[in-house]
């Protein structure tokens, strides 16, 4: 029988050995296999497919996925030099993602993540939905084309636990022609559930502040959209505003009756809205005059206790953080936050009487040369969500590792990838060419410098922390090379002396 044959009938074997097992046996194994694993299985057998693909088991096996802290870099340009989008992710050891994130281009800025789904603004006609295990992309029409002074805070993206629903929101604001006094509010907010042709508007109970929206954003909490607006008549003079996104109704949530004390070095009280184990938060801080972001003092983190009753209670009042990450400041049982030496730190909390102390202070990764305020931190998974099942709505397509990086604002960036991949490439055919030096010199130089390893390079482009750390493997790899050279340069120097020195002796001699 031939060898083909033979593997064949095993591979046949083995396969229906397994589906004789029962389904829920299969079912409880496949729950621990990670999304990148079942999606090679899916090519196994139709059995495996139907069962991995079965909207019941997805469900399921997000239940039981990971979650990862996504951090996420927009677009800027630093010192003349552009930098695209980029995006890490780090898992519940804290352990940082190597590769970029194939599915944000370098032109897209996230706006919300969802069961695996990521929400990212474009500057063109359409946004995306992708996920970001699979690779699968949703392309949308935009409500409006080319909306003067859109922003991507505009948009949020939610599920529904109970209609199995996703759904887009768009803040959309008062034209500046007909109500130029108008032009920092909205009264409509433009919904677009996944699988829809159309986009709809419904008006909101007042009109409401676009800068708070712009400022702190807002966040997906249990089906709901949360987000801030101003309250001139309140203690805070701010207030939470709700969207449920079954019921598609308002309501207005007021925030705590305490005023927080301000002190006289700082400038003014910025409020953000954020998330912290499923539950509204909202940070509170003094910031620089100067630097709206960068926070003095203390930061108050209160948390909604009970929707119905508009209670609240205060968990944290945090001393001598710089920047904080939004719109999820936690990851796990640590606050994540940010210095303005360039450096996101994770820490432990000590709560004391809600005073707490910063313990525990662990680096995590350097984000220069990004600004600090140029940051957003998602809590997201990794699943098996279909985005196929939607494309009468919009374009399916996997992502296009090339997508956007074509344009010619990009070139720079590319060929700077490109001299570095170039330079490796250098560095490893020295490295082999310099074994026969090695041989030539002895095993002193072999102890002194080891043997570097001979390591295949990635096609796969990395993320902006492994970039800097790639760099510096490189750049250590060039000095390397260059001490053993001149290591073998001083020593075959020695060896010619000491032959014309022997030489010479035994020319005197005779």
Not at 67 to 74: D, I, S
Not at 412 to 430: D, G, N, T, Y
């Amino acid at each position: 029988m031939v060898p083909n044959e033979v593997n064949s009938k095993k591979q046949r074997n083995e396969e229906c050995f397994i589906n004789c097992l029962p389904r829920d046996l299969i079912e409880r194994v496949f729950l621990r296999l990670p999304v990148s694993t079942l999606l090679m299985c899916v090519g196994v057998c139709k059995p495996w497919q139907n069962l991995i693909r079965d909207p019941q088991f997805v469900t399921l096996h997000l239940k039981h996925a990971s979650r990862f802290a996504l951090l996420f870099f927009g677009k800027e340009s630093i010192a003349g030099e552009r930098h695209p989008s980029e995006a890490v992710l780090i898992d519940e050891a804290w352990s940082q993602s190597t590769y970029a994130v194939p599915v944000v281009g370098p032109d897209d800025i996230l706006f919300g993540s969802c069961n695996g789904l990521l929400g990212l603004y474009t500057k063109t006609s359409s946004i995306k939905i992708a996920n970001l295990a699979t690779g699968e992309c949703l392309r949308l029409e935009k409500p409006v084309k080319n909306l003067k002074g859109d922003h991507f805070s505009f948009y949020s993206f939610g599920f529904h636990p109970l209609t199995k629903e996703y759904k887009i929101t768009h803040f959309l604001g008062d034209c500046v022609d007909v109500c130029p006094q108008n032009k920092d509010r909205f009264n409509v907010i433009q919904v677009y559930k996944l699988g829809d042709e159309t986009w709809k508007d419904i008006r909101t109970p007042e009109g409401l502040s676009l800068n708070c929206v712009r400022n702190s954003c807002s966040i997906n909490v249990d089906g709901t959209m949360y987000w801030l607006t101003e309250d001139m008549a309140a203690n805070w003079q701010h207030a939470v505003m709700s969207f449920d996104l079954d019921k598609e109704s308002f309501a207005r949530i007021q925030l705590p009756a305490s005023v927080p004390e301000d002190c006289a070095s700082g400038g003014p009280r910025q409020y953000w809205i954020t998330e912290i184990d499923w539950k509204i938060s909202i940070s509170t801080a003094q910031t620089y005059p100067s630097q709206p972001r960068r926070l003095v003092g203390e930061l108050q983190i209160w948390t909604l206790d009970n929707k119905a009753e508009q209670s609240w209670s205060q968990n944290y009042n945090i001393q001598a953080i710089d920047y904080i990450p939004g719109p999820n400041l936690a990851h796990g049982e640590k606050l994540l936050a940010q210095c303005r030496d360039g450096n996101l730190y994770s820490y432990e909390l000590l709560a004391e009487n809600v005073t707490s102390k910063l313990l525990k202070m662990a680096k995590l990764l350097d984000f220069s040369p990004h600004k600090p305020d140029n940051m957003q931190s998602y809590i997201c998974v990794k699943s098996l969500v279909r985005l196929d099942v939607y494309k009468k709505a919009g374009i399916v397509c996997r992502p296009n590792q090339r997508e956007g990086w074509e344009l010619e604002k990009w070139e720079a960036w590319q060929h700077m990838i490109s001299k570095m991949e170039e330079l490796w490439s250098r560095v490893h055919q020295k490295e082999h060419e310099n074994d026969s030096i090695r041989q030539q010199i002895g095993m002193k130089i072999g102890q002194k410098f080891p043997v570097f390893p001979d390591q295949p390079r990635s096609l796969r482009r990395l993320n902006l922390v492994e970039q800097k750390r790639d760099l510096e493997a490189l750049l250590a790899r060039i000095n390397n090379y260059v001490e053993i050279i001149k290591v073998g340069a001083s020593s075959s120097n020695a060896v010619i002396f000491s032959r014309n020195h022997s030489e010479g002796e035994d020319a005197a001699e005779t």
